[in-house]
């Protein structure tokens, strides 16, 4: 049998070393351009805008439940009373989020004492003051948080989510 004698022997250590060099080197948006839009920090996927409640309705570590982008996407409006990452209104501090945990599907519960979601399927914990960054659990992205404006009368309007809703193969309606 021939052999080809340009080969050169490569350890496992030295290709993959190889190999995450030049992962690193190629830009993801550049390899996926259609995925470009969630790999930026900060990306949001933009809905029709939704009026959701009057900043009046909401009491400060109380949650009031909503639905965005439609009826089938429960969620919730928080004022957690201080101003915090993603926040609107005028004190900064009224946020927005999806219920259905991004790992398996269960309903998120809100504990008030630690603004956090809950999740009683696999215990994942998501940190609504750091726009939903999950700091405990078996969930591999962050809460979706919606993208809040409040106009002059209080009215508060969903505009966006910055992740991608359980359960969709993609972000659009």
């Not at 209104?89 to 989020?97: K, M, T």
């Not at 992205?141 to 505009?159: C, F, H, S, T, W």
């Amino acid at each position: 049998m021939k052999r080809c004698d340009k080969l050169a022997e490569v350890g496992r250590r030295r290709f993959l070393s190889g190999a995450f060099a030049v992962a690193a080197a190629v830009p993801a948006a550049s390899v996926f351009p259609e995925k470009a839009k969630a790999a930026v920090p900060g990306a949001r996927v933009n809905y029709p805008s939704n009026r959701l409640a009057n900043i009046s309705e909401l009491k400060p570590d109380e949650a009031l439940q909503v639905n965005y982008p439609d009826e089938d996407a429960p969620g919730v409006l928080l004022k957690l009373g201080k101003r915090v990452e993603g926040g609107a209104g005028p004190d900064g501090d009224v946020v927005g989020f999806s219920t259905i945990c991004p790992h398996k599907g269960f309903p998120l519960n809100y504990n008030a004492e630690n603004h956090t979601m809950n999740c009683p399927g696999h215990y994942s914990v998501f940190d609504c003051e750091a726009g939903g960054q999950e700091v405990w659990g078996q969930a591999t992205q962050n809460l979706p948080q919606y993208m809040l404006r409040v106009d002059g009368k209080g009215d508060i309007y969903a505009e966006g989510i910055d992740e991608l809703l359980y359960g969709r193969l993609s972000n659009v309606l």
